[in-house]
């Protein structure tokens, strides 16, 4: 049987703990609702908070391989968008050659000719050495491949160099066309320069898709820990909203409870009057 004392108030003590333990509760739905995540730091859950700083590890480090890959690209993009060019213009220089071959030209058509070819040599190697993106060339004939990170665990991919097409295409620009005789030796100089850009076309659009499947693959992979991630820390806010109301409805019965627990000790006035 419990005493009727004013220093010990039982029911008082019960109906604070209890009250205490609510507003506990409350504290961790509230900084759920307030912040998104059900684990915040180690205190809320050690292993999974844990296991999420890794994964936020792996997304940052993705993010890295995402970015070297987009510089990866733009160095492969502007050397085929470049080689491209270099190609349509060699084609136009095979019809100047053939136009030189031709024995019945005149003395002035053929410097006219010649200075055609001449310009069009020169634009091919002034395309190359501007085909730069954040400093890399690999059209340039000192160009070397480049190497670039393809993911968190240290794999690269390679963006092969095509410093060969420049030895072919400074050949080129070498020769003229101001005689027939000098016109079929340019021609011989031309089917090398046109048979590695062609190697170079084919090379640098493997390396640019290449690129975009890897760019693609990391993209989902990034996307995937995200979601994990998700499911580790994140709080299902339409929960923890009904938690919180259903908390502060206990928290209200709590403080009633502990009021009426409080006034117990004054009913022992009435003994003494």
């Known amino acids: 049987m419990p005493i009727n004392s004013i220093n010990t108030n039982i029911s008082a003590q019960v109906a604070l703990q209890f009250l205490n333990g609510t507003n506990r509760e409350m504290d961790t739905v509230q900084n759920?609702?307030?912040?998104?995540?059900?684990?915040?730091?180690?205190?809320?859950?050690?292993?999974?908070?844990?296991?999420?700083?890794?994964?936020?590890?792996?997304?940052?480090?993705?993010?890295?391989?995402?970015?070297?890959?987009?510089?990866?690209r733009g160095v492969a993009t502007i050397a085929l968008s470049v080689a491209t060019s270099i190609s349509d213009i060699i084609s136009d220089v095979k019809k100047k050659i053939i136009e030189g071959m031709n024995a019945a030209n005149t003395t002035e058509q053929q410097n006219i000719l010649n200075a055609d070819f001449f310009s069009l040599a020169t634009q091919?190697?002034?395309?190359?050495?501007?085909?730069?993106?954040?400093?890399?060339?690999?059209?340039?004939?000192?160009?070397t491949s480049v190497n670039v990170i393809a993911n968190i665990d240290g794999t690269t991919l390679t963006i092969r160099s095509q410093s060969a097409f420049s030895a072919t295409s400074i050949n080129l620009g070498a020769q003229n066309i101001s005689s027939t005789v000098a016109a079929f030796k340019a021609l011989s100089a031309l089917a090398l320069?046109?048979?590695?850009?062609?190697?170079?076309?084919?090379?640098?659009?493997?390396?640019?898709?290449?690129?975009?499947f890897q760019a693609d693959f990391i993209s989902q992979l990034t996307d995937s820990t995200n979601e994990g991630l998700g499911d580790i820390v994140d709080a299902d806010m339409a929960k923890e909203s009904a938690r919180l109301q259903a908390l502060q409805v206990k928290q209200q019965l709590g403080v009633q409870t502990l009021n009426i627990a409080n006034q117990r000790p004054t009913i022992l006035q009435q003994l003494f009057r």
């Open 193 to 212: 320069a046109q048979s590695s850009i062609a190697v170079a076309l084919g090379q640098i659009g493997a390396d640019v898709r290449a690129l975009n």
């Open 32 to 72: 759920r609702v307030s912040t998104g995540l059900k684990v915040n730091g180690a205190v809320d859950d050690a292993s999974s908070f844990a296991i999420a700083q890794g994964l936020r590890g792996d997304v940052k480090a993705y993010s890295a391989v995402s970015q070297g890959l987009a510089n990866g």
């Open 124 to 143: 091919i190697n002034t395309f190359i050495a501007n085909a730069i993106y954040n400093g890399r060339n690999i059209l340039s004939a000192v160009s």
